[in-house]
């Protein structure tokens, strides 16, 4: 599966090609499929659209709406997505930030920032503002969550008696710019000797400069090296599955 950095890397060198960039515009999963079989190289929400399935006209959809419909289309397909987000659903840069980062967080490599008011009076934004409003959106997109682990690669046990259960801390840090959400924290493969404490329950959210502290236990019932793997699910853009390696010995039974 590519990872969001990679969708990301590639819908921008598809704006850089020497040929215009056509984005189709699903409005459902199904048309997101259809146009991904067609030979489409990425695509594009359409606030419109979706509004239409939803028996409304444009501009009455929320921002929770438009984020989970932009979320099930990159689920739908493996090309990048970018969102019909009309106006970032703010008129503030503090809130267009919010939604750009709420955005990458739903997996979208792209969104529209309209200048368009939906004031009858004054239609535009005015320029000072408008400018404000692109800066604070470009400055949400190049920044993001960020995973790191500690212990970074291994978690080694030791010798332990068989029939017996040692414990170790597995700390996992955002240090990140926004939100990192840890969705699962569990043995992926290897040795069912090894598990991950229930508590704290995932999914859980890390603010940035933040960390929460997960338990792994390792409880040989046999003679032997035991090892598995850990795998650790987030919102992280360019790491969505971390992974690191548990491993101990069992002694046999002790007295």
Known sequence: MTTQIEKAER?????????PLLLPNPWDIGSAKLLASLGFSALASTSGGFAATLGRPDGHVTRGEALTHASNLVEATNLPVSADLENCFADDPET????VALAIEA??????????????????YDLPLAAARVAAAAEAAATGPVIA???????????????RTVSLNLAVFNVGSTDLIVNSVQR???????????????PVRIG???HIDFTVQFSPTSLGHRRATIAIASNDPGAPTAVLTAAGRSLGGCP
């Open 11 to 19: 819908f921008l060198a598809l704006h850089q090609g020497p040929e």
């Open 107 to 124: 997996g979208l490599t792209g969104c529209s920032l309209e200048d368009f008011t939906r004031d009858e009076d004054k239609p535009i």
């Open 208 to 210: 940035p400069n933040s």
């Open 149 to 163: 682990l500690n212990p970074q690669n291994n978690l080694r046990f030791g010798p332990i008696c068989s029939g």
């Open 188 to 202: 992926q493969f290897g040795s069912p000797t090894f598990r991950v404490a229930p508590n704290p329950t995932t």
């Open 96 to 99: 267009v930030a919010e939604t």
